[in-house]
């Protein structure tokens, strides 16, 4: 490709350019200037997807987590009320570690719901708005909806195991 997509707004000190210096250059109070052309509206709807992607991915990561910490927890407490567990030297450490568990789903899951959310918006800025081909206002995906959905049954299941272990 001859010409650059995007250039940086702030033009580089002419002792770097020397002699080469690009005079064409126009310098506007943006943070780069974007040239629409469908390389850049297809970049930006790969960076779109890709922010879904990431997000699905750790949906399912926090969903596992959860999970798991949920059914060790549960494991361990029908071993300890069936009277299984008097050989375990920790008989309340699968529990803690259930509750570690089900506590980092949670928590990253929120991490990556509000990091997701901040993508969002920086994408929709109106420094996009040329490549991105989309209205002002932007496309709602259930996706943020099902994460933030886990985050409450995920706290739900960390409030209940804690209730239980103490």
């Known amino acids: 490709m001859a010409c650059p997509i995007v250039r940086w707004a702030t033009p580089a000190p002419a002792n770097i350019m020397g002699p080469m210096k690009d005079s064409s250059w126009n310098a506007r109070p943006g943070r780069f200037e974007v040239k629409p052309s469908v390389e850049t509206h297809f970049s930006w709807l790969r960076t779109r997807l890709s922010a879904e992607r990431t997000l699905m991915s750790w949906v399912r990561t926090a969903t596992a987590l959860i999970g ?51 993508m969002l918006v920086y994408l929709h800025q109106s420094d996009f708005g040329e490549i991105a081909g989309v209205d002002s206002h932007q496309v ?6 099902v994460a933030v959905v886990l985050v409450v049954i ?10 239980n272990l103490f």
Do not use: C, E, W
């Open 140 to 145: 709602k995906t259930p996706l943020l909806g």
């Open 68 to 118: 798991f910490g949920f059914s060790i927890v549960q494991f361990f407490a029908g071993m300890r009320s069936s009277g299984n567990a008097s050989h375990l030297r920790f008989p309340d450490a699968p529990g803690y570690f259930g509750l570690a568990l089900i506590g980092a789903g949670v928590v990253a899951l929120a991490i990556s719901a509000r990091q997701y959310r901040q």
């Open 154 to 163: 995920g706290a739900f299941a960390l409030i209940s195991v804690t209730i």
